[in-house]
């Protein structure tokens, strides 16, 4: 939950901004290239997408719910591909005059104005240990078929 100081504004704004900043938020972010399904909230994030599954306008789960799939549902079984964040993203403003330049009507080969910058999130930091785990049971995996393979296929005679 979010506070912020309210004390200059009228008792009727006041609420009412109130309510939106005090809403709790549960936020998930799908970091793999694939749709992920959430069996026990019956509902699929897209990819690289972040969500708040607490959000009145599309979702109608409680605070339990939610807390009891991050401890053993289906987020817990998915942490791979699913990290709940402890805040909302970042908005980001986008300044239109930037966009658009009205004088030109051909795109030119001059160096770009916009900047990119990476943003690191520690939320979203996937440790090494489990990509090099999964990679030696992948490894193990298609050593086993190699050797039924081999064992399967019939060996050439030799002749003398």
């Given at each position: 939950m979010e506070w912020r100081h309210l004390d200059n504004l009228e008792l009727k704004s006041r609420n009412?901004?109130?309510y939106f900043i005090m809403r709790e938020s549960?936020?998930?972010?799908?970091?793999s290239p694939k749709?992920?399904?959430?069996?026990?909230?019956?509902?699929?994030?897209?990819?690289f997408t972040t969500v708040n599954l607490l959000d009145p306008r599309h979702y109608k789960y409680t605070l339990e719910q939610l807390n009891k799939s991050k401890e053993s549902g289906s987020i817990y079984k998915k942490g791979l591909f699913i990290k709940v964040r402890e805040c909302a993203p970042p908005p980001t403003p986008i300044d239109m005059s930037k966009l658009i330049d009205k004088a030109s009507?051909?795109?030119?080969r001059e160096k770009s104005i916009f900047v990119i910058e990476e943003k690191e999130y520690e939320e979203l930091y996937v440790g090494d240990s489990e990509e090099q785990e999964r990679k030696k049971i992948d490894e193990q995996i298609a050593k086993e078929h190699a050797d039924l393979e081999d064992e399967d296929q019939p060996?050439?005679?030799k002749k003398v």
């Open positions: 009412k901004i109130a549960f936020w998930v972010v799908n970091i749709q992920i399904l959430l069996e026990d909230l019956a509902t699929s994030i897209k990819p009507s051909m795109p030119s060996q050439p005679s």
